[in-house]
C-alpha cells in the first residue's frame, strides 16, 4: 500500500542511523593506571621497609641479601613481581681502572689497595691492562703511568670526556717544554702549562688550601685521602707480651723514609711503633686515634691477625715526590751536570689556582710550585700527578702517603654512573629512587633504586 512503511526498510534506516551514530559520537572507554601505580606504591614501600629495618646500605651494594629479603616479601604477599636494583653517585664495589700499564705494575697496585673497605663494604680494584685508544666499556677511570706523547689521542680522549670516563696521569715531563706545551691533550685535556724548570728541591708537600665547600675542585680528593680507609699488611709475625694472638701479625705504615711498625694484638687492639725505632709503644683500640710520627690516623679496621686499615687525619705533610734528578746519558738543554736536582714549574694553563691540589714548597730557593692539578673536562674530571715511582726519585716516595693519595685521586675522577647491582632482563618497569647516606668512615652520599615490573 501507497505510504505504508515496509517494516524491512525500516530496519535498514534503524541500522544506518545506528552506524551513523557510532561513527559521529563514539564510545568513551576509560583506563586507569592502577597497575603502574601499584608497583611504584610497592618500591616505594620495600624500600623504606629496608631502611627502617638499617639494612639499606647493605642490601644497596649486596645483591645476594637484597635478592634473598625480595623472594621472601614477595613469597609471603604473593605479589609474583620481577625486580631489579641500581646504585649511582658512589664508588662501586667493583672499581674497574683502565691503565696503559706493565704486568708488573698492574701486581703492585693491586696489592697496594687489596683489602680496601669504605663505610664497611668491600671494594675491589681491577686493573686493566688498555691501549689508550681503545679502553674497556665498563671502565670507571683511564690511568695513564709514565710519560707518553698523547697528542694523537686527543679525539679519543674526548670522547671518553663527553662519556664522564674520568682520567688521570702519573707522569713526568722530563726535557724541554714542547713535551707538554705542544701536545694538545695535556693543554685542552689536563689544562697544563710548562713554565720552566728550576734547580733545588722541595722542602715539604702539602695540601695547597682547605676546600671552601662541597662544591669546590678539591673537596672529593682532599675528603677522600682523609677518610679512606688505606689497608696495611703483614709481612711477619712476632710474639708480643700481652697479645692475644701469638705470634702477632707484623707489618709497616711507610711514611717517606720511614717504616713504622704495628703488631695486630687482638681482634679489637694493635700495637704500634710510633716513633720508627722498631719497638712497639702504643696500644690503639679500633675506632680509636694515634698519632704516628707526628701525624694523625684513626684504626678503621682490623682484618682478624691478617691486616688492618688506617685512615689519615689532617694535618699531614707529603714525602718530595716532585724534585728529580735528571736521568744519566740524557741531552740536558740547561746544561747541569747530572745529580743536579730540580723541579719542573707546571701551571694550570687558565691560570686558575685554586685546580692545586698539592703545592711543593722550597725554602732555598723559596718558591712554591704546583704537584698535583685537577682539571674538568666535559662531564669529566682529570687530574695530573708526578711519577712518584719513576728511577729518576728516591724509592722512599713510594709511600703510602702517595698511594693513598693516587687512590684519591682515582675515586674522585671516577664515572660515578648508574651501575645494576640486581639485575633482571626486564624490558618495562618502574623505578623508585631514595638518595642514602652513610658516615662510618666518610659522609658518602648515593642514589638507590629499586624497579618493579610484571614477569608478563
Given at each position: 500500500?501507497?505510504?505504508?512503511?515496509?517494516?524491512?526498510?525500516?530496519?535498514?534506516?534503524?541500522?544506518?542511523?545506528?552506524?551513523?551514530?557510532?561513527?559521529?559520537?563514539?564510545?568513551?572507554?576509560?583506563?586507569?593506571?592502577?597497575?603502574?601505580?601499584?608497583?611504584?606504591?610497592?618500591?616505594?614501600?620495600?624500600?623504606?621497609?629496608?631502611?627502617?629495618?638499617?639494612?639499606?646500605?647493605?642490601?644497596?651494594?649486596?645483591?645476594?641479601?637484597?635478592?634473598?629479603?625480595?623472594?621472601?616479601?614477595?613469597?609471603?604477599?604473593?605479589?609474583?613481581?620481577?625486580?631489579?636494583?641500581?646504585?649511582?653517585?658512589?664508588?662501586?664495589?667493583?672499581?674497574?681502572?683502565?691503565?696503559?700499564?706493565?704486568?708488573?705494575?698492574?701486581?703492585?697496585?693491586?696489592?697496594?689497595?687489596?683489602?680496601?673497605?669504605?663505610?664497611?663494604?668491600?671494594?675491589?680494584?681491577?686493573?686493566?691492562?688498555?691501549?689508550?685508544?681503545?679502553?674497556?666499556?665498563?671502565?670507571?677511570?683511564?690511568?695513564?703511568?709514565?710519560?707518553?706523547?698523547?697528542?694523537?689521542?686527543?679525539?679519543?680522549?674526548?670522547?671518553?670526556?663527553?662519556?664522564?670516563?674520568?682520567?688521570?696521569?702519573?707522569?713526568?715531563?722530563?726535557?724541554?717544554?714542547?713535551?707538554?706545551?705542544?701536545?694538545?691533550?695535556?693543554?685542552?685535556?689536563?689544562?697544563?702549562?710548562?713554565?720552566?724548570?728550576?734547580?733545588?728541591?722541595?722542602?715539604?708537600?702539602?695540601?695547597?688550601?682547605?676546600?671552601?665547600?662541597?662544591?669546590?675542585?678539591?673537596?672529593?680528593?682532599?675528603?677522600?685521602?682523609?677518610?679512606?680507609?688505606?689497608?696495611?699488611?703483614?709481612?711477619?709475625?712476632?710474639?708480643?707480651?700481652?697479645?692475644?694472638?701469638?705470634?702477632?701479625?707484623?707489618?709497616?705504615?711507610?711514611?717517606?723514609?720511614?717504616?713504622?711498625?704495628?703488631?695486630?694484638?687482638?681482634?679489637?687492639?694493635?700495637?704500634?711503633?710510633?716513633?720508627?725505632?722498631?719497638?712497639?709503644?702504643?696500644s690503639v683500640s679500633l675506632g680509636n686515634n694515634v698519632t704516628i710520627g707526628g701525624y694523625?690516623?684513626?684504626?678503621?679496621?682490623?682484618?682478624?691477625?691478617?691486616?688492618?686499615?688506617?685512615?689519615?687525619?689532617?694535618?699531614?705533610?707529603?714525602?718530595?715526590?716532585?724534585?728529580?734528578?735528571?736521568?744519566?746519558?740524557?741531552?740536558?738543554?740547561?746544561?747541569?751536570?747530572?745529580?743536579?736536582?730540580?723541579?719542573?714549574?707546571?701551571?694550570?694553563?687558565?691560570?686558575?689556582?685554586?685546580?692545586?691540589?698539592?703545592?711543593?714548597?722550597?725554602?732555598?730557593?723559596?718558591?712554591?710550585?704546583?704537584?698535583?692539578?685537577?682539571?674538568?673536562?666535559?662531564?669529566?674530571?682529570?687530574?695530573?700527578?708526578?711519577?712518584?715511582?719513576?728511577?729518576?726519585?728516591?724509592?722512599?716516595?713510594?709511600?703510602?702517603?702517595?698511594?693513598?693519595?693516587?687512590?684519591?685521586?682515582?675515586?674522585?675522577?671516577?664515572?660515578?654512573?648508574?651501575?645494576?647491582?640486581?639485575?633482571?632482563?626486564?624490558?618495562?618497569?618502574?623505578?623508585?629512587?631514595?638518595?642514602?647516606?652513610?658516615?662510618?668512615?666518610?659522609?658518602?652520599?648515593?642514589?638507590?633504586?629499586?624497579?618493579?615490573?610484571?614477569?608478563?
Amino acid at each position: 500500500m501507497k505510504g505504508q512503511i515496509n517494516i524491512v526498510e525500516l530496519i535498514f534506516v534503524l541500522v544506518a542511523l545506528l552506524i551513523a551514530f557510532g561513527v559521529l559520537f563514539p564510545g568513551f572507554v576509560y583506563e586507569n593506571k592502577w597497575k603502574e601505580a601499584n608497583i611504584l606504591i610497592n618500591s616505594r614501600d620495600l624500600i623504606l621497609t629496608i631502611d627502617r629495618t638499617g639494612n639499606l646500605y647493605s642490601y644497596s651494594f649486596d645483591k645476594n641479601s637484597l635478592s634473598l629479603f625480595l623472594d621472601k616479601v614477595s613469597a609471603e604477599n604473593k605479589t609474583n613481581l620481577v625486580a631489579w636494583s641500581e646504585i649511582e653517585g658512589t664508588v662501586q664495589d667493583r672499581f674497574i681502572v683502565a691503565c696503559n700499564c706493565t704486568r708488573e705494575q698492574i701486581e703492585a697496585m693491586s696489592s697496594w689497595y687489596d683489602g680496601l673497605k669504605i663505610n664497611g663494604r668491600n671494594v675491589k680494584l681491577l686493573f686493566v691492562q688498555s691501549s689508550l685508544g681503545n679502553i674497556p666499556e665498563e671502565t670507571d677511570v683511564l690511568l695513564i703511568r709514565g710519560y707518553t706523547p698523547l697528542d694523537s689521542y686527543l679525539t679519543n680522549f674526548q670522547n671518553y670526556a663527553s662519556k664522564g670516563i674520568g682520567i688521570v696521569e702519573m707522569m713526568d715531563f722530563i726535557g724541554p717544554f714542547d713535551l707538554v706545551n705542544n701536545d694538545r691533550v695535556q693543554t685542552q685535556i689536563f689544562g697544563l702549562n710548562w713554565v720552566d724548570v728550576k734547580k733545588g728541591q722541595s722542602d715539604n708537600m702539602d695540601f695547597s688550601r682547605q676546600p671552601k665547600n662541597s662544591s669546590d675542585t678539591i673537596y672529593y680528593p682532599y675528603k677522600y685521602f682523609y677518610h679512606l680507609p688505606f689497608p696495611l699488611k703483614i709481612y711477619s709475625s712476632k710474639s708480643i707480651t700481652g697479645c692475644q694472638y701469638q705470634p702477632s701479625s707484623l707489618g709497616n705504615l711507610s711514611l717517606g723514609s720511614v717504616n713504622y711498625s704495628f703488631w695486630i694484638c687482638s681482634p679489637t687492639s694493635v700495637k704500634f711503633d710510633t716513633d720508627g725505632n722498631g719497638v712497639e709503644d702504643t696500644s690503639v683500640s679500633l675506632g680509636n686515634n694515634v698519632t704516628i710520627g707526628g701525624y694523625n690516623f684513626v684504626l678503621s679496621y682490623i682484618d682478624d691477625n691478617n691486616a688492618i686499615s688506617l685512615s689519615f687525619r689532617p694535618k699531614y705533610t707529603f714525602s718530595d715526590f716532585l724534585t728529580y734528578i735528571f736521568p744519566p746519558g740524557t741531552p740536558d738543554s740547561q746544561g747541569w751536570g747530572y745529580g743536579t736536582k730540580r723541579i719542573d714549574v707546571i701551571n694550570p694553563i687558565d691560570g686558575n689556582m685554586e685546580k692545586v691540589l698539592i703545592k711543593s714548597v722550597s725554602t732555598s730557593p723559596p718558591g712554591e710550585y704546583p704537584a698535583v692539578i685537577l682539571n674538568t673536562v666535559s662531564i669529566s674530571r682529570v687530574a695530573w700527578i708526578p711519577d712518584f715511582t719513576a728511577s729518576t726519585r728516591d724509592k722512599n716516595t713510594q709511600s703510602d702517603d702517595s698511594k693513598n693519595l693516587l687512590l684519591s685521586l682515582l675515586f674522585w675522577a671516577s664515572k660515578k654512573r648508574a651501575t645494576p647491582v640486581l639485575y633482571q632482563p626486564i624490558k618495562t618497569g618502574y623505578l623508585s629512587s631514595y638518595i642514602n647516606v652513610n658516615n662510618t668512615d666518610m659522609f658518602e652520599v648515593y642514589k638507590f633504586s629499586l624497579g618493579l615490573a610484571y614477569p608478563y
